[in-house]
Nanobody, 121 residues
Framework: EVQLQASGGGVVQAGGSLRLSCAAS?????????IGWFRQAPGKEREGVAC????????HYENSVKGRFALSKNSAKKTVSLQMNNLKPEDTAVYYC?????????????WGEGTQVTVSS
């Protein structure tokens, strides 16, 4: 059974930083899947934040987080981390780790449990 265990959420003031981590376990080949993070704010649809596609080492970012967030993957440890800097109140959401062959919200193979990120103004 594939599991994605997320950690690192919390409450931070605007301009602060948080680091989210996600550890994968179970029977799947980590590098065969894209890996990254989605988020869902209250009343809004789930949106992709950052991902690294399968077979790549380049991260792709949603426009609003470019230059502030950095995604990194450690294939040996089957982990992915999202460093979030200069956080803004609009970054407040539940963040979900995801692993998938196709990295769109409707086609995700594996979801982790969400972790709450709250940014106060």
């Amino acid at each position: 059974e594939v599991q994605l265990q997320a950690s690192g959420g919390g409450v931070v003031q605007a301009g602060g930083s948080l680091r989210l981590s996600c550890a994968a376990s179970g029977g799947f080949t980590f590098d065969d899947y894209g890996i990254g993070w989605f988020r869902q704010a209250p009343g809004k649809e789930r949106e992709g934040v950052a991902c690294i596609s399968a077979g790549e080492n380049v991260a792709h970012y949603e426009n609003s987080v470019k230059g502030r967030f950095a995604l990194s993957k450690n294939s040996a440890k089957k982990t992915v981390s999202l460093q979030m800097n200069n956080l803004k109140p609009e970054d407040t959401a539940v963040y979900y780790c995801a692993a998938s062959l196709v990295f769109t919200p409707d086609n995700i193979n594996y979801w982790g449990e969400g972790t709450q990120v709250t940014v106060s103004s």
